[in-house]
């Protein structure tokens, strides 16, 4: 079935840093993938997506780029604010066991200091 | 724009009661999916409709049943509650299969 394995955190950067989360994936066919950032006791908000092999995903600075060749959709920033501290949760959508619905990892917690 | 709307935002509820949370999708979206997230956990797949037919069931109890109707909002109802059950259920919905899926706020369920 599809499944997802992120990097665990916390992740703690300080102001500036370079982030870097690693995720890869495992799926038949081919999913699409998403970036969702949950702000502490806040819902799910959708960060990035994409939905074929090379597509970069951006938004608010984040990037990530779908490589089949890797099974991998890494989300990285160049420069971290304290308003990123957050949990980041990876997730894939493709023909699976429980038709198109999400596949979380296991989330990645992200902490940054002034 | 409008957005997933779920109610209630809260909900307490003692040991063996029952429990219907609520989710209300964005307009013209035809599947809506729910979630369940335990305390630092990751969001568990459910169940999911499309077109009011139950589409996919995920790691759902049996405790637990859901509907969608005709204008096409969705309820979750919980039977015999356990403690267990104490979570965030957050519900999604899509305009097909396959696209992104727009999360609601999320009902934060404690059984106590």
């Known amino acids: 079935g599809n499944s997802v394995t992120q990097m665990e955190g916390p992740v703690t950067l300080s102001e500036e840093a370079f982030l870097t989360i690693n995720c890869t994936y495992t799926?038949?066919?081919?999913?699409?993938l998403f970036w969702y950032v949950q702000y502490p006791g806040e819902g799910l908000q959708l960060l990035l997506k994409a939905t074929k092999a090379d597509d970069k995903g951006s938004n608010k600075g984040f990037e990530a780029t779908y490589r089949k060749e890797t099974t991998s959709f890494h989300l990285e920033k160049g420069s971290v604010q304290v308003s990123d501290s957050a949990v980041y949760f990876c997730?894939?959508?493709?023909?699976?066991?429980?038709?198109?619905?999400?596949?979380f990892g296991k989330g990645t917690s992200l902490l940054v200091t002034p | 724009a409008a957005g997933v709307i779920q109610s209630p935002r809260h909900l307490i509820k003692e040991k063996r009661e029952t429990a219907t949370l609520k989710c209300y999708p964005i307009?013209?979206?035809?599947?809506v999916y729910w979630y369940q997230q335990g305390p630092g956990q990751d969001p568990q797949f459910l169940i999911s409709f499309y077109e009011k037919m139950q589409s996919d069931k995920g790691s759902i109890p049996d405790r637990f049943s859901a509907q969608q109707f005709s204008d096409y909002h969705s309820e979750l109802n919980m039977s015999s509650l356990e403690l267990g059950d104490s979570a965030l259920y957050f519900c999604a919905s899509s305009g097909d299969s396959g696209t992104e899926a727009f999360f609601g706020q999320g009902t934060r369920l404690t059984v106590v």
């Open positions: 307009p013209r979206h035809d599947t």
């Open positions: 997730a894939l959508s493709g023909k699976g066991n429980s038709g198109y619905a999400l596949n």
């Open positions: 799926a038949t066919g081919y999913p699409s």
